[in-house]
């Protein structure tokens, strides 16, 4: 399910498709009442028709509202809505879930351009990382 430029999906307006993952794509979007830029990650039809899968992303938003760690994307809201049908096809309820947007190339993109990484290379990403998640484990969300 890749949206369009222009797709409107409640308040956002879908500017640019960034990438895709295991869980779904990830949009630059627009926030057309704040006039924000942010990240919408739409959730695969499979998970989005999972309750359980629904219940732990909210539980995910709910903990990633409370972080505010510069090596940590920030969670803003979870919901879900009726995408706009294919031709011939019914409407389907997709889970959304909007976050930081967050510019610059991936670890992925990096490794694919320059190959893999020496220990000492590889040495301040790791830091990144571990400072991220040092600040979750003392605010036990980890």
Same mark, same amino acid.
């Given at each position: 399910m890749t949206l369009a430029a222009g797709t409107r999906l409640g308040p956002y307006?879908?500017?640019?498709?960034?990438?895709?993952?295991?869980?779904?794509e990830v949009?630059?979007?627009? /926030? @057309?009442?704040?006039?924000? @830029? +942010?990240?919408l990650k739409t959730i695969r039809l499979r998970h989005s028709q999972d309750l359980s899968m629904i219940d732990r992303l909210r539980k995910e938003v709910q903990l990633g509202r409370r972080i505010g760690h510069p090596n940590v994307c920030r969670l803003f809201d979870v919901f879900r809505v009726s995408l706009p049908p294919a031709p011939d096809q019914p409407a389907v309820e997709c889970a959304i879930v909007t976050m930081q947007l967050l510019r610059g190339s991936t670890l992925s993109d990096r490794i694919r351009r320059e190959g893999g990484m020496s220990p000492n290379e590889a040495l301040p990403f790791a830091q @990144? +990382?571990?400072?991220?998640? =040092? /600040? @979750?484990? =003392?605010?036990?969300?980890?």
């Open positions: 307006e879908v500017v640019a498709r960034l990438g895709a993952g295991g869980m779904g949009y630059e979007a627009e /926030d @057309q009442e704040l006039r924000e @830029q +942010i990240a @990144q +990382i571990a400072a991220g998640l =040092r /600040d @979750q484990h =003392r605010r036990t969300l980890v």
